[in-house]
């Protein structure tokens, strides 16, 4: 006998484990809130750009191949940012106690739009080390490209700056609380269904013919207190007057 599951039945289930439903939403809700506002560091994040082009004056014989030789160095440019050629002279000149790997690992190098523009971000606890290192990394490499590649055609075209109540790039708490909502919610539907697919008691009728696949011949009705209670008055009440009655005759 094959099972079907109605719309009707997945509502009342939702409806009967609503509480739990809430209580494992409201909990990842607040959970997440308090790890975000209380128990992440904040990290700042600072961004540097450089131009990847020839000097002025050495512009006479600009053209677009030189652009597409620049586009094609961009690659090997980022690289060479993050090598370790660079990072530690970055290292000791900011005498942060960073190593080259840690450096590493708070650099992001990116170029957008195939541009002869080149992103360096920085992300550090501190937004003033942040700008620091960014701007190091840019000056020395700028520095360090014409021993490097035989090559002057790197300029900083803007350097990281801290404003005035800049704002942490991360944690994200009305993100993280979002996400935690749809996660808890999602973990309480789930909880519900599975509860309601290991709950093998008998409740009604309906129950045992689908255990059971047999049909059911009649249903013996509950009784509550308060209606023994009115069937034992009633008892009562005629047979006193089933006794009053007798005395009479």
Not at 150 to 166: F, R, Y
Not at 204 to 220: A, K, Y
Request: no cysteine; charged share 20%.
């Amino acid at each position: 006998m094959e099972e079907t599951i109605s719309l009707k039945e997945l509502l009342q289930t939702l409806k009967k484990r609503m509480a739990l439903i809430l209580a494992i939403t409201l909990t990842a809700v607040i959970v997440s809130g308090v790890v975000s506002f209380f128990f992440l560091t904040p990290i700042y994040q600072a961004s540097t750009q450089i131009l990847v082009n020839q000097k002025n004056d050495e512009q006479a014989m600009y053209n677009s191949s030189q652009v597409q030789t620049n586009l094609q160095l961009i690659n090997t440019y980022s690289e060479i940012i993050k090598s370790n050629r660079i990072l530690d002279i970055v290292a000791d000149e900011l005498n942060l106690g960073l190593t080259t790997e840690e450096l590493k690992g708070q650099i992001t190098v990116s170029n957008q739009n195939e541009s002869q523009v080149i992103n360096i971000s920085v992300l550090d606890e501190n937004p003033d080390t942040a700008a620091d290192i960014a701007n190091t990394v840019a000056n020395v490499f700028a520095k360090e490209v014409v021993h490097i590649m035989n090559v002057d055609n790197v300029s900083i075209l803007a350097e990281a700056a801290v404003t005035n109540g800049q704002a942490p790039v991360k944690p994200q708490p009305v993100l993280n609380i979002a996400i935690a909502l749809v996660v808890g919610l999602m973990a309480g539907v789930g909880l519900a269904f599975l509860l309601e697919y290991l709950d093998n008691t008998v409740k009604d009728e309906q129950d045992v013919e689908r255990q059971l696949e047999l049909p059911i011949l009649g249903v013996i009705s509950v009784i509550d207190d308060k209606a023994m209670e009115e069937i034992k008055h009633g008892r009562s009440a005629r047979k006193t007057k089933a006794r009053g009655e007798t005395v009479g005759s």
